[in-house]
């Protein structure tokens, strides 16, 4: 019994991550059409930030987190503005042009940091919640799942409560009808650009007290990001949350029942499945072109 | 895309440079221009795939099944390599033939990511189950192809240039038939799916069926370059297929241009030859990679093959009024742009 | 631009000589280059396993030549090293390797091995070029040029467990996880043969996608089994940081046994002294005093340490000593055979049965489980953790343990399709 609500809690930490990455892309494709490569790269820039502000410069780690944030959006501010807005009738040429900011972001942190072990980020909140006998989580975890969560509601009443929430929900399903409607596609752009970008530095600078802080740590996250984004409908977000729920339970179960690969496989096949039952992912609306 | 009279004197004096380059090439340069035509046939391959309109990320896996299948059959099942080939590319034309039914019936961004799902759960089979693909070390010490000429006797195909003019062969004659379907019937047929899906089907087109067909037919060609790749290293592992492969293709065949057959070719050797070239910058190298390709977006956005009609453009637009600069970036040709149609 | 900047580092790292024991400082004359050649992984994700080796080997011959070079035969040499980036691709291999050897010919190849290595082996043999590796499952009867002359991993792997069983009669039950790799199923393999032989029961083992970023399910899924002892196997040093911490967390308190920890004051730091206190590993430290024994054969072992740490900070790991380590075997078997000669320095290293390992006299090993004696096995230290600190605890006989165990590993292993003959 205490592994399986063990096994619940690791999974509800794993979601909160899988939810602000996916989130994030979500954003990203539904305002701007754009498949962001580079997504998991800015993921790894927030951990390197943490890194260097709270590990190396001993800020506190909130604030590290917090500059993590600010510094990252700007970073995705910069790439709408200059690689993503020139391609806007091309979908293709931003899809290459991230994954050339992709090469870029990793060279620079292995110059930044070098390659070898992982850069050192201690636990900013030691020791562990015992939540039950033989349940617990660890401090630094509740802070990061806390956090997310608070991030994830922050936005989830922007989008609906606000009226740039608004508009930015009215750019995501129909761009031209939006536009005609006259609001700015600009600056839209460059807000669920930085919004998306913000999200990613700021999972990558939560977690980076708990994974590995490398430059190639934005790898495996994108894969996962990307499973959950389509098997959440690719223009939903409260889909691609619920996904992230469903998928980091259903993965950190079968790892933790059977095997970690295995998990994977299964993971890609029932998005295939989903794919192929509801094309338009379990929350999706929007038809495919 | 008339030939023009230009063409066949052209072809001819590519052919002779083609079969006199190894002698100029050093050592690990001939190695390095086997990979470019095993590079060369996966691109254009794709480009097939790439002609209804569809990009997928499932490519350098059914490779990798041809690969697989190919070196499985000579080593356990003891077929000749000669044989083994063509089936590990059947292998992989299979695998598509069957992957078809589930992804086809996405499209566009949705077939982008269901592609890449199948491939990751191939990819991974192949790390999992260690009986019969190796695990995650794969598969070695592969046969390469065995053939003894009356009078010459045998060949030593494990030898580079060997093995490049078998290359050579095999990729031309591939190409000339990718080449031929492309112009034939059904390659406009599939041209018309990507541009005028809804008219194709008003006049009765199976979109549904070109499209599959494009993707096994290029799948084959996939898989018969991957068996070239194995049979030539001796060795095949899921790494070697990842996804890191996999853009790198998908750079090509954009960053080349995918309007004209030529375009992936070009992209796929002029990127990989100044990959070479970068060397000496080590560490620097993906860095110097990323900024070639933001910057042949923004330059060449109709890719590389378009860079001839560039320079005449800047070239007349200086002897000219100069009122116009091509290349700033704003132009958006036609055919380019329209790939977000898909 | 990597020149300029690896030019700089290099002259910040100091220009003091080696000991005298190995390099004899020559006054006059130094004027001949041999070129040694360095192909692994320097970018992309496996780059962590080269390139810090190349790190090492820069700091090591710019002190050799800084000290006036080395004197094999009548000549006196200066080193250089002649890199290749192969990213880990057996394609990238061989074109490196053709590349080194043709042009800048080079007299021997350090590689890292693995996936790349079956991609050479052909040419290696062909051009009779000696080779190393740091994975001795590179080793089979097909390649009589590749030594394994540092690393012999997994095998050393039973020092610990035999100084575990040792010092801790009680412990009776281990889990096991390791990562799906090349590394990692070896050593399961070795693990499962050394707890048998030391009469320990193995209850549980995972093996883990090497993709794995969260280990808190596997940690989960292994303490449920109630374990006195957890085996990290040849986990990365990485996943062993990661997955210390999740131990912590989750209130594991028994023992705990691994082939790397090459980070553990940030894992101490991470969790706490106590629960780190007698953790065993097989990595030292390179200013670990027991280093300096006389039987020791790599010269003024902490001043390396410290050149190292100055010229290239915070990226020092196991392959940052391994290689450099392979480059002094080379450098005595070259003296010994007089001559730079590939055969000659491969006649001379393996004319001779056992040769100076970097940890003492070592056998040319490796018969009965690659098929040829190519691999140096002798002494390997067992380090353990004594109040946040790694010490050498003793030097573990391995040639003893396999006289006495050797069916049992051999067994083993063939249960894990890891034999030389079941390699696919």
Known sequence: MDIILQTCVNALVASAFFALMAVGLVLIFGVMGIINFAHGELYMVGAYLVWYFYASQ????????????????????????????PMRDNPLGGLINSIGLLFILQVLAVQVGGVGLMKNVPPAYRGSLDLLPGVSIGNQRLVALVIAAALLVCIWYFLTRTKVGWALRAVAQDRDAAALQGINIDRISMLAMGLGAGMAGVAGALIAPLTRVEPYMGHGVIITAFIVTIVGGIGSLSGAVLAAVLYAFFHTFVTTYWNGTVATMMGLLIMLVVLIVKPTGIMGTRVSE | MKPSKLALPALFALAVFMVALPFGLKLHQQDFMISLLVWILVVSSYRLMALTGEYSLVHVVLMGAGAYGSALLAKLAGFSVWLAMPCGALV?????????????????FYFLIGSFAAGEAIRLSWTYFTVPFGGPKGIKLIPSPELTLPGVGPIAFYEPIPYYYLTLIIVSISLYILYRLENSRIGLTMNAIHWRAPLAESVGVDTWRYRALAFVIA????????????????????????????????????????SRFSGPIVGVVVLSVLNELFREAEQWRPLIYGCILIAAMFYLPDGLIGLPGRIRGWLDARRGAGAMVPGDGSEKPADFASSKQR | MGITRRDLLTATAGTAILGSSVIPRIGFGATKTVKIGFLAPLTGEVSAWGLP?????????????????????DDTYTLEIASFDDEYLPDKALQGFKKLVSEEDVKFVMMLGGDPWPGVQRFANQSKMLATTLLPSDLSPDTPYLLAPCEVHPIYNVTGVEYLARNFPDAKRAVICAQNDSLGIPSVATYEAAFEAAGIEVVDVNIFDPATTDFAPLVTSLLAKKPDIFCYDTAYADFVNLIAQQLHNQGYKGLQISCTCDNYPQIVEKTSKEFMEG???????????????????FPEPNKFFADYNAAHPGTWTAVSWEYPSIVLQWIEAAKMAGSIEPMQVLEAMKGKPSWPHIFGEADWWGQDLWGINNALVGKWPVVVIRDGKAVIAEYGDIPAWWAKNKDVMIKRMRDRNQMWDQRA
């Open chain 3, 53 to 73: 080796g190349l790190y090492g080997c820069e700091v090591l011959v710019k002190n050799i030549n800084a000290a006036g070079g080395v004197k094999i035969g």
């Open chain 2, 219 to 258: 799948s084959f060609f996939a898989g018969l370059a991957g068996a070239l790749f194995c049979h030539y290293y001796g060795t095949a592992n899921p790494s070697q297929f990842d996804v890191a492969a996999m853009v790198y293709v998908l750079i090509w065949v954009i960053v080349g241009g995918v």
């Open chain 2, 92 to 108: 992989a034309a299979g695998l598509a033939a069957a992957l078809s039914f589930p992804l086809f019936r996405m499209s566009g």
């Open chain 1, 58 to 85: 001993g800020w506190p780690f909130l604030a590290a987190v917090l500059a993590a944030f600010l510094i990252v959006t700007v970073i995705g501010l910069l790439m709408e503005r200059t690689l993503f807005r």
């Open chain 3, 279 to 297: 953790f065993i590993f097989q990595f030292p430290d390179f200013d670990d005093p027991m280093l300096n024994e006389p039987f020791i054969n």
